[in-house]
């Protein structure tokens, strides 16, 4: 069955009356238990088995949670199921499907807890058992947790060695309850000399076997070899399992397990990845997933740091302050710091004047302190006092802070100290100047800057003035000053530092507004070049326009970003000056661009020119070449007439009408999608009421039409004429125009086709809903409105139903059309 296939039959059954649904799930039988075999993840012949035939059963199923139903078939006992059971994997209703042992581990306690073991059908070459001793990955720890170890001789010799004694003994209790005799001891014995292996890890074993063997009292014997309060908990075995397996299903450890017996089991089999029992690629390193329990003793956290340093620091609960006061390398110092100094102070178990006192180097520590935590903000700025206003001392620090291998308060009283052997700072050591773009700051800069940003205001008003070229455009770009700071930077440094900061390729919006109010022409050009602006103000700085009114001749400093052989301008980009008029702008981006696709594009420059520039500047750009010969001859003409302009501009109007814009996306020379990107690129939207209207005449290419659906500006008309193709899938403009509004669920019902992709799409989409939409089940009242059509088209006829779902997979109208159709089949 197709996915669409198992959707309809749920569906219809959901919809359709229970005494209807019932008759409908009896004619549709081999198909309804191939959808519950995969939705539940077991063989058809099974489900029916475990169903009777039933059809109210089989509906009730189909809606049923999963591992409830499976739980249930679990609870049978039955062995044939528990085979399924192992390798079952059932369909979530996201579509997804889910291990079903693994993610609902409750199902295998409960086939143990009713299974008789007395069957010899577990013990198949085939069978649960046997599944179960070669299994890996996650199952593993449910095997060794739910006493399969002592279900066989097999599964002792198999997993002995990952149990505690206790719950070893516990699996020797079982198999001697299970067989009612010891002679499951002298088989392991036997196996045990063959593979002395089997038992290394509890060398105690074979000698407590042999001894029952001959015991008036087996029972009595092997209980007195067990500590009645250890390992006794199910939930405690099953964390033991996890960590043996590398499996993270215990982020913290269980109540009541006592880390004594954590450390017996570690001393008797160390927790690492080299004792694995299984080989999954997805398994931790079990001392890593130890050190994450809260209170992890000292000495297995110390063992982790020294087997992996940077795994440990990423995982653990807590690290010790004393930690981070050791040597590290710088890979091993950054992972310490990054997961274990932030975290702990932000959560208070390390405290920050500690840390600024002790911890080593002072660039590491301050690199990686939450300056965005409110106490670990005010303990520094505490600190930073001691540097007061004296750029000498803030110059200094600086200089010293990538070599510094104390605390951050060494540094600051090595900084701040007037007479010390070392030369103190009054200039910006090794200064270096603004780079375009603008790179984000590295080595010490970075540091230095957020340490810097941490200043009072005053402070950084008296420093910025010292501070290199690169550093103030880092400042200015990548920091957040105030505009009392960046006054004072642009007081001291002049324009330079205001050009320096157009170069940042990730201004904020404030940011942008703040350097296009300046209206400079060294800061426009070089936004022009590396900035985020948008088309109109790309077209209001290539005209001269000012933000603040008025107009001034295009600068000499754009004229030359248009002219950098290195700058790759945008086509859009470029497009914006199309309009501008000036001659020297018009040459260089017709020079760049070589060709314009858009009749109206070129109209638009000539109009532009000659209206700016006069008759002789439209001469030169018809001299450029760039320009198709027939419109230069024609544009000749116009020149030596008296009311050439007027005509130039009748023509351009003609040219950006409507309908000849729907002429040229109706061209056969280029693909829609070209034409259409060639269209946005020049910078003229899609003229959409000619488009809506040629689609209501019938005179609108399809292909054009699937060309225009992922426009965001698309409109509801075109929208519902595409959904005459609905993709089968889905498709993004689809999901798009559900998320604002331009299209709903119930077009999707009643006018999506073929029908099977608006079926498909409805469920693929059913939670999308407007962003402004009120909270609420948005598929409501479309399933009511579908639930009302099947009744008013296929009411209780079954004959109908069933005609309905064998039409589906091939019918090409809508989901109306097709009830419409199967209805009338039926009568």
Partial sequence: MSDSSRSALRLALGLAEPATADALAARMQRRLLALLSDRLGLPAEMVDDLLGGDAARMRAALEADPVEW??????????????????????????????????????????????????????????????????????????????????????????????????????????????????????????????????????????????ALTAPDPEALLRRHRPSDEWADPEHRHALAALRCGYDAFPTKPDGLDWELIRREHERLPFCRANLPTHDGWAEDPLLLLVQWEGCPTDLLEESLRNDPMGTARYTAELPFEVF??????????????????????????????????????????????????????????????????????????????????????????????????????????????????????????????????????????????????????????????????????????????????????????????????????????????GRLDRAECARILAGRLRSGGSRPVPEELLAVLDDPDADHDRARLTAGLGSGDLRVTRRILDRLRSLHLPASRLRVLAAVWEHDGPAAVREILATGHLPATLCRRTQQLLDGPDGLARLRAELAAAESPAALLAYLGEPTARPEDRLKRLRTEGVAPPWGALVAARAAGTLDGALLAALLPEADCPRPLLLAGLGTTPVHGADWLRAALCDGRLTHTDLLTRAAPARAALHNLQQYAELHRADAPSGEPRRPVWARAAALTQQHLGTCVDAWAVCLHLLPTFAGTLPELLVTAGASAR
């Avoid at 149990?163 to 198999?175: E, G, I, M, R, T």
């Fill in 70 to 211: 499976l739980a249930a078939a679990a609870r049978t006992g039955d062995p044939s199921v528990g085979r399924a059971l192992w390798s079952a994997e059932y369909r979530a209703d996201d579509g997804s499907t889910v291990r079903a042992l693994v993610d609902a581990p409750g199902l295998l306690p409960a086939l143990l807890d009713a299974a008789d073991f007395r069957d010899p059908r577990w013990y198949a070459d085939d069978g649960l058992l046997e599944r179960a001793y070669d299994t890996d990955g996650p199952l593993m720890s449910l095997v060794l947790t739910h006493g399969i170890a002592g279900l066989s001789v097999l599964g002792l010799g198999a997993f002995n060695a990952y149990l505690p004694p206790p719950a070893v003994v516990d699996a020797c209790l079982d198999l001697l309850g299970l067989w009612g005799t010891v002679e499951p001891f002298a088989d392991f014995l036997r196996l045990h000399d063959q593979a002395p292996a089997m038992s290394a890890c509890h060398p105690w074993l074979p000698d407590l076997l042999r001894e």
């Fill in 325 to 530: 006061t050791r040597p590290w390398t710088g890979d091993e110092r950054k992972a310490l710091f990054l997961y274990g100094l932030e975290p702990g102070i932000r959560a208070g178990r390390l405290s920050v004047e500690r840390v600024l006192a002790e911890v080593g180097p002072a660039e590491a520590v301050l690199t990686y302190l939450p300056l965005d935590h409110g106490p670990t903000r005010k303990a520094l700025a505490h600190h930073l006092d001691a540097l007061g206003a004296d750029p000498t001392n803030w110059l200094t620090f600086y200089a010293r802070l990538s070599t510094a291998r104390g605390s951050v308060t060494e540094l600051i009283a090595d900084a701040t100290a007037p007479h010390g052997p070392r030369k103190r700072h009054t200039t910006w050591p090794r200064p270096a100047p603004a780079q375009f773009p603008a790179e984000r700051p590295e080595h010490a800069r970075p540091t230095f800057l957020t340490v810097f940003a941490s200043a009072p205001e005053e402070v950084q008003c008296a420093v910025v003035p010292h501070l290199d070229a690169r550093a103030v455009q880092q400042l200015l770009a990548f920091q957040a000053p105030s505009p009392t700071v960046r006054a004072a930077a642009v007081a001291a440094h002049g324009t330079s530092a205001q050009v320096a900061m157009a170069a940042g390729y990730a201004l904020t919006d404030e940011k942008l507004q703040y350097l296009l109010d300046l209206d400079d022409p060294a800061v426009d050009a070089t936004l022009f070049r590396y």
